[in-house]
Structure formats: structure tokens, C-alpha cells
Antibody, heavy 122, light 107 residues
């Protein structure tokens, strides 16, 4: 059974750095083809893809946010960590981690965590 | 970066067929995946690849693609299908992008 769970602070102050951890089970990120991604959703708004890390430690970032994001993995702990620097109130959102697969012409997020709401406020 | 465009809202009568579309240049090269999101819940994958349904997704959900447009069709919409639907695809630079979402109302 595949599960993912996000953890991190519920409240951060503007300019601070956010660190979120995705702890997963039911698969290994060292298995070829496996990936974990972070996606966020501001209240009442659309989903926004943030970053992805794959089994080969390749990392991909949203073009608009890449200067602020870092994604990493700890395969032994089954964890993926996302850091986002210089937080702003507009970054208030529910942050999801999701398992991903991709191939030559396809890609999908097949399992999602329940999400964690992060509020940015002084 | 790539963009995917969806109609903000669509409605369908109970038991009828509805098509939700997604447009974007990346769809000329990559298949879309589709996600259903109900209020207060995480998104759920409903269609991926050419026209694949994960286990547990009813066969009334189907997907298709032509040119720069991907479509999600619900044949015989049910009340429980009322939700927000998002398309997503990769692009050639390794980015992934979501559409703005379509709110489906079942009348």
C-alpha cells in the first residue's frame, strides 16, 4: 500500500525558509522510474507544480520558483525534503507531495499525500 | 514556460455526457493526465497516458487527445462526479504544468 505524508510548520514568517518533509511507504525511490514531486494549492486556487526528484537523483524545478526551491531525498529514510526560501504571504497554500512516474511522452502523479497547510504571516 | 488552459466551469445533467478540455502546446508532444479534486480532499488521478484509468476509477471516465487539445469525457455523469478537474502534462524541458481547473456541476 502506497502512502505519502507531508510534515512541516503550519506557520512561517515572511522572509523565512520553509522546510517540508514527505515521508512515504509502499515504494522505494531507488527503483527505476520512481519519482516524488511537490505541488501546492493556494486557498481557492489551482494546483501549481513545484519540483520533482527522480530515482536517479535528477531534479526538476518550476521555472518561476527555481531560484527559491531545493528538493532532496534520503532513500534510506524514505523521505523527500523541499525547502523554499524567502517565504511571502502569497506562498500561503496547501502543500502536497505525490508519487510520480514519467516516460517519453507521459507523466502522472498516481498517489498523493493529504497535504499540509502552510500559512505565511507575521 | 508551458501553459495549459481549461474552461473555468462546465455543467452537465445527471446521466448525460460531458467533455472537459485542456489546451496547450505541450500537449502536441505529451499526453495529459487528469485529476479529480473534491472539496477538502487531495486530488485523485483519473486518467493518464493515451487513455488509462487507475484501478478503482469507473469506466465512465475516458481520455482523448488531438493536436494541442486533451479531453476528459464522463459518459453518464453521476452526482458524485461533481468536483474540480485539473489537467497536467510535462514539457520538453522537464517542467510539469497544471491547467487552471474546471469546476464540474452535475445538475
Amino acid at each position: 500500500q502506497v502512502t505519502l505524508r507531508e510534515s512541516g510548520p503550519a506557520l512561517v514568517k515572511p522572509t523565512q525558509t520553509l522546510t517540508l518533509t514527505c515521508t512515504f511507504s509502499g515504494f522505494s525511490l531507488s527503483t527505476s522510474g520512481m519519482c516524488v514531486s511537490w505541488i501546492r494549492q493556494p486557498p481557492g486556487k489551482a494546483l501549481e507544480w513545484l519540483a520533482l526528484i527522480d530515482w536517479d537523483d535528477d531534479k526538476y524545478y518550476s521555472t518561476s520558483l527555481k531560484t527559491r526551491l531545493t528538493i532532496s531525498k534520503d532513500t534510506s529514510k524514505n523521505q523527500v525534503v523541499l525547502t523554499m526560501t524567502n517565504m511571502d504571504p502569497v506562498d500561503t497554500a496547501t502543500y502536497y507531495c505525490a508519487r510520480a512516474h514519467y516516460g517519453d511522452y507521459v507523466g502522472q502523479f498516481d498517489y498523493w499525500g493529504q497535504g499540509t497547510l502552510v500559512t505565511v504571516s507575521s | 514556460s508551458s501553459e495549459l488552459t481549461q474552461d473555468p466551469a462546465v455543467s452537465v445533467a445527471l446521466g448525460q455526457t460531458v467533455r472537459i478540455t485542456c489546451q496547450g502546446d505541450s500537449l502536441r508532444s505529451y499526453y495529459a493526465s487528469w485529476y479529480q479534486q473534491k472539496p477538502g480532499q487531495a486530488p485523485v488521478l483519473v486518467i493518464y497516458g493515451k487513455n488509462n484509468r487507475p484501478s478503482g476509477i469507473p469506466d465512465r471516465f475516458s481520455g482523448s487527445s488531438s493536436g494541442n487539445t486533451a479531453s476528459l469525457t464522463i459518459t453518464g455523469a453521476q452526482a458524485e462526479d461533481e468536483a474540480d478537474y485539473y489537467c497536467n502534462s510535462r514539457d520538453s524541458s522537464g517542467n510539469w504544468v497544471f491547467g487552471g481547473g474546471t469546476k464540474l456541476t452535475v445538475l
